[in-house]
């Protein structure tokens, strides 16, 4: 006796390929490779690469001077202890050194390693003596950072990679 087929049973001969199984697989597996390679491309725009700085060719040609400014800064024995108060959205500076009580303000930067949006300057301004004070930029300063200090005459420059964090000072030295 022969074998009674229904409509739409994938095992019958001359059934329509979309109602197989495997043509639907076989498709699944470069759609699947498309699809991630779009998310992956969306990833990669939206979360650029900072790495080099816009004026790396400025820099580049003023590194000199800016080891100039550090060892002027190690010959004066100056350090700073930066401290990050969050309840108040604001950072301080406690200034040492030979020639430091006759600084009216300073300039902070503080670069991110890996997210330029995270950057930020402020010019910090005297909170007692040897003390400066000033805003900081965002409440997430906590963690590595490429920090800069100078005066605003740029007599001397401190420059160190510190990490920063909410009841932890960064301790910066000059160094020869």
Do not use: C
């Not at 087929?5 to 390929?17: E, H, L, T, Y």
């Not at 400025?58 to 100039?68: H, P, R, S, T, Y």
Request: charged fraction near 20%; charge should be negative; aromatic fraction near 8%.
């Amino acid at each position: 006796m022969s074998e009674k087929r229904r409509p739409g049973d994938a095992s019958a001969v001359g059934a329509p390929w979309y109602t197989q199984f495997w043509p639907w697989f076989l498709i699944a597996l470069p759609t699947t490779a498309v699809v991630a390679s779009i998310a992956s491309l969306v990833i990669a725009v939206r979360n650029a690469d900072t790495l080099v700085r816009a004026d790396w060719s400025d820099a580049g040609e003023n590194i000199n001077v800016e080891l100039a400014l550090e060892r002027e800064a190690a010959t004066r024995g100056v350090s700073a202890v930066v401290r990050l108060e969050p309840a108040s959205n604001r950072v301080s500076v406690q200034l040492d050194g030979v020639g430091v009580e006759n600084v009216s303000a300073l300039s902070l930067e503080l670069r991110h390693p890996t997210d330029a949006a995270r950057d930020f300057s402020s010019l910090l301004d005297p909170g007692g003596p040897g003390l400066f004070v000033g805003a900081a930029a965002s409440a997430r300063i906590t963690g590595s950072w490429y920090l800069t200090i100078a005066p605003p005459d740029r007599a001397w420059l401190l420059r160190r990679r510190v990490w920063i964090g909410e009841g932890e000072p960064a301790r910066v030295a000059a160094t020869s």
